[in-house]
C-alpha cells in the first residue's frame, strides 16, 4: 500500500478494484492516449457511470446477489508481467484511477478517472510508480512512453521526475493503433525489493 497527499494505492484485493478503475478508463478522452482493446474497456454506458460513482468501502447490498458476487470476487492470481496498483481518493474514497509497472521492461503505465482529471494528480499516480518500482520491485530504472502531443502526461512525468530518455518514436498501441511516441525514464541507484 502506498499513500500521496490525495491518493491511497494498494494492489487489488477484489474484482471491483479492478472493474472500477477500468471504468474510469473507458471514456473516449482516455482512450485517444490510452488505445486499450475493447475486451479491457468497461463498455456499457450505465454501468460505466455506476463504477465511476462507486467508492472503495461501498455497501454493495443493493446490487442484484449475481452482480454483488462478480464485484466481491477475490483476485487470486495477480499477473506476471505487471504489477499493478488502484488508486482511491482518500477525500471521498471514490476510484480515482491506476497505475501499473511492467516487471520485464520497467514501463509504468496509469490513468485517471474522469473526474479525478486536471488536478494535479497525474503527478501524485507516477511518484507511486517510482515509488513501486524501486523500493518495492527492486527496478534502478522505470520508463513511461507518451505521445508527444499529450502534454498533460509529459507534464505530470516531468513533475514527477522523470527524465527524457531514447527510445523508439513509433508505439503501437493495444487496439493496434500506431502513434508517435517520446519516453522518460527515472533512475535511483538505492532500490528494495519487498517479499511476496
Known amino acids: 500500500m502506498l499513500r500521496s497527499e490525495r491518493l491511497l494505492l494498494y494492489t487489488p484485493l477484489i474484482a471491483l478494484d479492478v472493474l472500477a478503475p ?31 460513482y462507486m467508492r472503495a468501502d461501498d455497501d ?8 454483488r ?12 508481467r505487471f504489477v499493478e496498483l488502484t488508486a482511491v481518493h482518500v477525500d471521498d474514497g471514490r476510484y480515482a484511477g491506476a497505475t501499473s ?17 486536471r488536478q494535479g494528480l497525474g503527478v501524485e499516480l507516477f511518484r507511486a510508480a517510482v515509488q513501486l518500482g524501486h523500493r518495492h520491485l527492486g527496478l534502478e530504472v522505470v520508463r513511461a ?21 531514447s527510445g523508439q518514436t513509433r508505439f503501437t498501441l493495444g487496439d493496434g493503433r500506431e ?12 532500490t528494495s525489493r519487498c517479499r511476496s
Open 22 to 52: 477500468a471504468a474510469g478508463c473507458s471514456d473516449g478522452e482516455a482512450q485517444r492516449w490510452l488505445g486499450f482493446r475493447d475486451d479491457q474497456l468497461v463498455q456499457h454506458e450505465d454501468t460505466r457511470e455506476c463504477f465511476l
Open 60 to 67: 454493495l447490498s443493493g446490487f442484484a446477489p449475481r452482480d
Open 69 to 80: 458476487f462478480k464485484m466481491m470476487r477475490k483476485i487470486e492470481q495477480h499477473s506476471e
Open 101 to 117: 509497472v511492467d516487471l520485464h521492461t520497467g514501463e509504468i503505465g496509469g490513468w485517471l478517472a474522469p473526474g479525478f482529471r
Open 145 to 165: 512512453g507518451a505521445e508527444p502531443t499529450n502534454t498533460a502526461c509529459r507534464g505530470a512525468l516531468t513533475a514527477a521526475g522523470f527524465a527524457s530518455a
Open 179 to 190: 502513434v508517435d511516441a517520446c519516453w522518460y525514464r527515472h533512475r535511483q541507484e538505492a
